[in-house]
């Protein structure tokens, strides 16, 4: 159950705010509302089933330790994108499909957007990191955080007509990712011990957190002098 909802809401919180979740508040002004949540919830299962699949098979030919160690420094990388922001701007063109059929143009729509997003290279790093016995439960976490957040932008765009403010929800998201990034870390290194690799926990635990704390204040730096 922990794994679970720790899932959920990692992938319902990193999508809050998103471009997808935005392209499909644009959507709402083109598709009816079953057509979306259909067409979007065929992607999603799709794409996470691909995204958790390929992440449990590579669990089957990497060593725990890299792959603790390659999920951390993911962690910590969607992190740090939270703070430099999306400058994607597909969901500016997202109601120009000529697909007829409404479910299937939101689908191709979704899927499209949706490759390489965040919201998929999280849910292929829990993938690795939980391995294939554990895949069945990541999938539907993914997809129902996915799905959850997603179904909030669409009554946003039905019913409120604004989207979701993304300041306190980009705060959450770092903090998650931060924190499971460095929890990660530990871990792999903890297992790295335990395979005769000598390393000093702590102090590259310490080294790691500090460049990871000065990267985003450069980071947040950088946005700040862009903004003016």
């Known amino acids: 159950m922990f794994l679970f909802l720790k899932v959920f809401f ?5 999508e809050m705010g998103d471009k997808t ?31 958790v699949l390929a992440g449990g098979l590579v669990s089957r030919f990497v060593p725990d330790w890299l792959i603790k160690m390659i999920a ?45 997003d965040k919201t998929q290279l999280t849910a ?13 439960i990541v999938w539907i976490a993914c997809s129902l955080g996915l799905f959850a957040a997603d179904v909030i932008g669409m009554l946003i765009g039905y019913l409120l007509k604004s989207k979701t403010p993304d300041g306190l929800l980009n705060t959450l998201a770092f903090i998650i990712f931060s924190v499971f990034g460095v ?30 704390v000065l990267i985003c204040v450069l980071l947040i730096t950088m946005k700040k002098r862009n903004s003016k």
């Open 124 to 136: 292929i790093t829990f993938g690795a990191n939980e391995g294939m016995s554990a895949a069945f």
């Open 72 to 116: 951390a420094l993911a962690f910590l990388y969607f992190a740090a994108s939270t703070i430099a922001g999306d400058k994607d701007e597909e969901e500016e063109n997202a109601g120009k499909s000529k697909i007829k059929f409404a479910p299937l143009a939101v689908f191709c729509t979704f899927f499209v957007a949706e490759l390489g």
């Open 10 to 14: 990692t992938e319902f919180i990193a």
């Open 183 to 212: 929890f990660t870390l530990y871990q792999g290194l903890n297992l790295m011990l335990k395979n005769a690799y000598h390393v000093a926990i702590w102090p590259v635990l310490i080294a790691v957190t500090a460049v990871f």
């Open 21 to 51: 979740q935005l392209m499909l508040i644009a959507l709402t002004s083109k598709y009816k509302l079953r057509d979306i949540i259909l067409g979007t919830g065929v992607a999603i299962l799709v794409l996470n089933g691909i995204a």
